[in-house]
Nanobody
Framework: QVQLVESGGRLVQAGGSLRLSCAASGRTDTRYMMGWFRQAPGQERKFVAFINWNGDTEYYADFGRGRFTISRNNAKNTVDLQMLRLKPEDTAIYYC??????????????????WGQGIQVTVSS
């Protein structure tokens, strides 16, 4: 079992930046791939970013490519999502997710077994 806790969400103006962090605890000795997802009101949960167990593979949703950067620190059991040039349409609850490493890019929510509680990011225009 892995427990995930997100932090860093807040209200930010359009064009601003924000860094979300996800702290993992529990059985962290297993190789885990990590992802960030987001869910806006009335919408399904959408993939945002992926990083593999050792951090040498990243992948982004089209809307985040060039603006978002995912990174991880396995020594600290953290995964961060740096978001730049934020837009009002980035407003959503952001979720951190972990899944047993499967050595390919995973963008579907069902591929992740563990989820954080989510954290609100609001971008004002």
């Amino acid at each position: 079992q892995v427990q995930l806790v997100e932090s860093g969400g807040r209200l930010v103006q359009a064009g601003g930046s924000l860094r979300l962090s996800c702290a993992a605890s529990g059985r962290t000795d297993t190789r885990y791939m990590m992802g960030w997802f987001r869910q806006a009101p009335g919408q399904e949960r959408k993939f945002v970013a992926f990083i593999n167990w050792n951090g040498d593979t990243e992948y982004y949703a089209d809307f985040g490519r060039g603006r978002f950067t995912i990174s991880r620190n396995n020594a600290k059991n953290t995964v961060d999502l740096q978001m730049l040039r934020l837009k009002p349409e980035d407003t959503a609850i952001y979720y951190c997710a972990a899944g047993t490493e499967v050595y390919h890019i995973c963008t579907g929510p069902l591929e992740y077994a563990y989820w954080g509680q989510g954290i609100q990011v609001t971008v004002s225009s």
